[in-house]
């Protein structure tokens, strides 16, 4: 019975099997916040350009110039 439990504890701190899943975890946890950062950073770009588009359809003499839908821009992307 001694015997069977040694060879048991020695199998089991020769196993790396649950170490590599907690690695594989830790880089697919990191990938995902990667994500999830680009794309909020992304979508808060993209929605500024379409609302300061959607202004320019909407009230199309007011800003013709180029320099104004880019602070349009700036100012909703913050």
Do not use: W
């Amino acid at each position: 019975m001694k015997k069977l439990v040694l060879n048991i504890i020695r199998k089991f701190r020769k196993s790396e099997h649950g170490a590599t899943a907690i690695e594989y975890g830790l880089i697919a946890a990191l990938i995902a916040v990667g994500m999830i950062g680009g794309v909020t950073l992304l979508g808060k770009k993209t929605n500024a350009i379409l609302q300061c588009t959607s202004q320019k359809l909407v009230n199309p003499g007011l800003d013709r110039s180029e320099l104004r839908f880019r602070n349009c821009v700036r100012n909703h992307s913050r």
